[in-house]
């Protein structure tokens, strides 16, 4: 059994907890902390930056699925030499903070660019921009079908300013949630819900329909590996009612 199939696995099974280091994050103790936490914690996968030496390192430290993620096609491929057991177009937060925009020609482009270099061996995610027209975001994601794609992740609004507690979280997550909604109701492949999602907003990620969800700045900012630890089981946890919920659906 190779590492991504247990992401698999959980993903068949609606309950996929990715938990994303940073794709700009090179924190090198920090992802040190992430990856143990995500690991002893029941995480499905981890996702880190394209950076070659901190692939090869956590490749070798963990048991868990390694997702690479860039916005960039060749070091998605470079990472999948590396030992990458999947690779990611996405997020784009670190264009957004730098005030560029994709549309949804542009991650067709990359996508087609990747499968070109990188293969169709490997596990491929794809995320959708949170911002664009859902018509539009829904024609991307079956082009995305039409070449391979495993996994389309959906991500919410980018912005400086938002509210505080939990009305902010609610914010920062309801475009990706009202994004799984339109995707999940249009798409065979799966959906993976990421941006603003925690404990607070990982249910409702759930009940829309997504198969996984990605979880990052609520673990990788926390200072200690417990809190993380804490942090993680919680959204073991939620992901692993909803399996229930579905068997006793069925």
């Given at each position: 059994?190779s590492?991504?199939d247990l992401f ?7 309950r996929?907890v990715?938990?994303i280091a940073?794709i700009?994050n090179?924190d090198?103790?920090n992802?040190?902390?992430?990856v143990a936490?995500?690991?002893s914690?029941?995480a499905?996968a981890?996702?880190i930056?394209?950076k070659e ?7 070798n430290?963990?048991?868990?699925p390694?997702?690479?993620s860039?916005i960039?096609?060749?070091?998605l491929a ?13 997020n784009?937060?670190a264009?957004?903070k ?11 482009e ?15 995610c794809?995320?959708?921009p949170?911002e664009i ?6 024609q991307l ?5 039409e070449?391979g ?7 919410g609004h980018f912005?400086s300013?938002q509210?505080?507690?939990?009305k902010?979280?609610?914010e920062?997550?309801q475009l990706t949630i009202s994004?799984t909604?339109e995707?999940c109701?249009?798409?065979?492949t799966p959906?993976?819900?990421a941006t ?5 907003t990982?249910p409702?990620a759930?009940t829309?329909?997504a198969s996984?969800?990605g979880?990052?700045s609520c ?6 590996e417990?809190?993380m630890?804490?942090?993680i089981?919680?959204?073991v ?7 229930q919920k ?5």
């Open positions: 059994m590492r991504i698999k696995q959980h993903l068949d099974e609606k996929a990715k938990i940073g700009d090179f090198i103790d992802i040190r902390k992430v936490s995500a690991q914690s029941g499905s981890i996702d930056c394209a030496e901190i692939i090869t390192e956590v490749c430290m963990t048991d868990l390694v997702f690479v860039s960039i096609p060749e070091e470079k990472a999948v030499e590396l030992g990458a057991d999947a690779i990611e177009l996405g784009f937060d264009l957004y730098k005030g560029l925009l994709l549309c949804a020609e542009d991650v067709l990359l996508a087609e660019k990747t499968v070109e270099l990188a293969g169709r061996n490997v596990f491929f794809v995320t959708i949170g027209p859902v018509n539009e975001q829904i994601a079956r082009q995305l079908e070449i794609v495993d996994l389309i992740q959906t991500e912005g300013e509210s505080d507690g939990v902010g979280l609610m920062r997550a994004n909604i995707l109701a249009n798409i065979e959906v993976m819900s603003g999602i925690n404990a607070v990982a409702f759930f829309a329909g996984a969800v979880v990052g673990v990788n900012k926390l200072e200690s417990i809190s630890m804490a942090a089981r919680n959204i946890d939620i992901a692993s009612k909803n399996i579905n068997i006793q659906l069925v």
